[in-house]
């Protein structure tokens, strides 16, 4: 295969450029790490050595990457298998780099693009074929080095010898979980991941009206689903009100027509005031909730009550056995229905998207799980609720039946997967064997 990668140039030296070289570096692959200017380079070497965490494990490992500028060193890519563009999010800037960069490179060398929101079909139009059969898009997630999950997206044109080449290099070299999926809007894990957190916000904000409480949410939103400890209103305020504003915005320029997530692009009346004053989350020192220090040198978490507008300690809520655990989604009270619009409803949004988003539900239970450390994904879920249960509360509320459950059902199965997970139900209405992780 001519296409077989064996070292990198990375351009772009911010937090995404430096974590894949630093992870190319740390497998001794040969590295080619470029950026705008002297100082920008200083400044990628210094997060590569000495970030939080390092992007190498070990300091001696950057002696594998050779620094310089894109407007002096742009040529040197022609001594790379591999050229990873991950400049800013902005498309003039991407394609300008493409302009340049095609007439340098090798042929046969491959190129990807590390972008999270914008189509490749849009940073490629109007360049040459031969660019158009080289590319795809790379989706590492953040950090580099920690999480697992990498999507790979064809373009219309890209050649399966180069897709081969980038899922071989980065599932067995780099070690990463290469989940496939195609050219939409945010592809597999953030299409999923911002609509439970856009719909969670707005779902428990009526809630909060109704009187449970914030920290009720949070502690339904961990560990009963199998997701992080942050909970809802914990994980945003990590990424930030301003990032989610963003979001957003993308998603009503980028969504299709028709598509639920449509309904759930803007922040909730009191979450946009948040926004609007600053209290966007944890870089701001403070969001939905905020760290005090106290005159002894303790220190108390304090919350922002969405109900009244103002701060107030928080208590950390115990959730009763009825709902401290999966089944809650199931449970017939108010509880159960903020859980099951927030969650449930995610379930049914991810079971509509086959074969929208991808081809088969593996990559997207295996994009949640490795990009947002669900421990189980979507359709994994519906397995452990029971699938006909879950079937009958979408029949009870009356609701539009997702694709892959009407597939399920029109199958006479009962499961997505079965004998141990070793087979998952198609979009055929078939069982296929499961791939290996």
């Known amino acids: 295969m001519s296409n077989q990668i064996k070292s990198v140039a990375v351009i772009g030296g911010g937090t995404m450029g430096t974590g894949i070289a630093g992870l190319c570096a740390q497998t001794d692959h040969k590295v080619l790490l470029l950026d705008v200017s002297e100082e920008a380079i200083q400044k990628a070497k210094d997060r590569i050595i000495n970030g939080r965490p390092p992007a190498v494990d070990d300091p001696k490992k950057a002696g594998n990457i050779t620094f310089g500028t894109i407007d002096n060193d742009l040529a040197l890519v022609a001594n790379y298998d591999w050229i990873c563009e991950a400049v800013v999010e902005d498309l003039p800037t991407?394609?300008?780099?493409?302009?340049?960069?095609?007439?340098?490179?090798?042929?046969?060398s491959v190129i990807s693009t590390n972008t999270s929101g914008i189509p490749l079909r849009d940073i490629t139009e109007g360049m040459p074929d031969s660019l158009k059969k080289d590319i795809a898009v790379t989706h590492f997630f953040n950090p580099v080095k920690a999480m697992r999950l990498l999507e790979l997206i064809p373009g219309e044109q890209t050649s399966p010898d180069v897709m081969n080449a980038l899922s071989?290099?980065?599932?067995?070299?780099?070690?990463?979980?290469?989940?496939?999926?195609?050219?939409?809007?945010?592809?597999?894990?953030?299409?999923?991941g911002?609509?439970?957190?856009?719909?969670?916000?707005?779902?428990?904000?009526?809630?909060?009206?109704?009187?449970?409480?914030?920290?009720?949410?949070?502690?339904?939103?961990?560990?009963?689903?199998?997701?992080p400890p942050t909970g809802l209103y914990g994980l945003i305020d990590l990424i930030g009100l301003d990032v989610m504003d963003l979001v957003g915005k993308n998603l009503a320029i980028n969504l299709p027509a028709g598509d639920k997530g449509l309904d759930f692009i803007a922040l909730p009346g009191p979450i946009h005031k948040m926004l609007e004053r600053g209290q966007i989350g944890r870089k701001a020192g403070a969001g939905f909730y905020r760290m005090?220090?106290?005159?002894?040198?303790?220190?108390?978490?304090?919350?922002?009550?969405?109900?009244?507008?103002?701060?107030?300690?928080?208590?950390?809520?115990?959730?009763?056995?009825?709902?401290?655990?999966?089944?809650?989604?199931?449970?017939?009270?108010?509880?159960?229905?903020?859980?099951w619009k927030i969650m449930g409803g995610t379930l049914c949004y991810a079971a509509d998207l086959i074969p929208e988003i991808a081809d088969d539900l593996i990559s997207i239970d295996r994009a949640m799980k490795w990009g947002y450390a669900w421990v189980r994904g979507?359709?994994?879920?519906?397995?452990?609720?029971?699938?006909?249960?879950?079937?009958?509360?979408?029949?009870?509320?009356?609701?539009?039946?997702?694709k892959m459950l009407k597939v399920l059902a029109d199958a006479g199965a009962d499961s997505f997967y079965r004998t141990d997970g070793r087979e998952y139900m198609g979009l055929d209405g078939q069982y296929h064997p499961t791939p290996s992780e």
């Open 378 to 402: 979507p359709f994994e879920i519906i397995d452990a609720l029971g699938a006909n249960n879950v079937i009958a509360r979408i029949d009870a509320s009356g609701s539009h039946m997702p």
């Open 168 to 192: 071989a290099f980065i599932g067995t070299q780099l070690g990463k979980g290469v989940v496939h999926a195609k050219d939409t809007v945010n592809f597999i894990g953030n299409r999923i």
């Open 292 to 339: 005090q220090k106290l005159d002894d040198g303790s220190r108390k978490t304090e919350i922002f009550d969405l109900l009244d507008e103002d701060w107030r300690a928080s208590e950390r809520f115990q959730l009763d056995d009825t709902h401290a655990s999966l089944d809650v989604l199931l449970a017939d009270d108010a509880v159960g229905e903020v859980a």
């Open 94 to 108: 991407k394609r300008a780099l493409f302009e340049k960069l095609e007439p340098l490179r090798r042929k046969g």
């Open 194 to 227: 911002c609509f439970w957190m856009m719909t969670g916000l707005h779902y428990a904000q009526e809630a909060v009206d109704d009187g449970i409480p914030m920290e009720q949410i949070d502690a339904l939103m961990s560990s009963p689903m199998g997701l």
